[in-house]
């Protein structure tokens, strides 16, 4: 069955950066695209930004352009993101999730890893 | 800031049918289709409805999408106490800031 599991939590300080990995199975990884989308606690979901794994094609949420990288690793079928300069405001739950289809993101999800940004 | 606007909250007794709203604007629902997500307690997302109004796979058929114009509703028929949690719509963007946005999220309490 098609599963996404995500690396575990991480603590970073203010001004570094963090890289989350979603490992996919049960699937073939090149044939979805991979959305991420965090949530800070105790508020809604937000989305971050979408990769093709097929073309490595990406497009982000224009508040994390410049500090968001989206890659993946087709041998492997794992999916990453890389935020860069870190604040508090982004602790947060940082979600993996599979399209359904194409066009409807959040068909399966991973379990979420925490990150939190504390100095 | 979502552009996306949903009540806070929402509640209802089992067996009763509650509807969650969802307003937007000619960039998002008034273009693209509508997606629903239910969040329960300390879990991820899990994808409720699709296209407006299509249940993925094991969704019960309590669940319900409708789209009109720039808004959009959730009806949950038949309430029951496994409905409690977070709901949120989303949907495309065709502005030039966020491609997918999500709606602020409606909490429905089963009372």
């Known amino acids: 069955q098609v599963q996404l599991v995500q690396s575990g939590a991480e603590v970073r300080k203010p001004g570094a950066s963090v890289k989350v990995s979603c490992k996919t199975f049960?699937?073939?990884?090149?044939?979805?695209?991979v959305n991420w989308v965090r949530q800070a606690p105790g508020q809604g979901l937000e989305w971050m930004g979408w990769m093709s794994p097929n073309s490595g094609d990406t497009g982000f949420a224009q508040k994390f352009q410049g500090r968001i990288t989206m890659t993946r690793n087709t041998s492997i079928t794992t999916a990453y993101m890389e935020l860069h300069s870190l604040t508090s405001e982004d602790t947060a739950v940082y979600y993996c999730?599979?399209?359904?289809?194409?066009?409807?993101?959040?068909?399966?999800w991973g379990q979420g890893s925490l990150v939190t940004v504390s100095s | 800031q979502s552009v996306l606007t949903q009540p806070p909250s929402a509640s209802g007794t089992p067996g009763q049918r509650v509807t969650i709203s969802c307003s937007g604007s000619s960039s998002n629902i008034g273009t693209n289709s509508v997606k629903w997500y239910q969040q329960l307690p300390g879990t991820a997302p899990k994808l409720l409805i699709y296209s407006d109004n299509q249940r993925p796979s094991g969704v019960p058929d309590r669940f319900s999408g409708s789209k009109s114009g720039t808004s959009a509703s959730l009806a949950i028929s038949g309430l029951q106490s496994e409905d409690e949690a977070d709901y949120y719509c989303?949907?495309?963007?065709?502005?030039?800031?966020?491609?997918?946005?999500f709606g602020t999220g409606t909490k429905v309490t089963v009372l």
């Open positions: 999730a599979r399209d359904l289809k194409y066009g409807d993101p959040g068909g399966f």
């Open positions: 989303a949907a495309w963007d065709d502005s030039l800031s966020d491609l997918y946005v």
């Open positions: 049960g699937y073939t990884f090149t044939s979805f695209d």
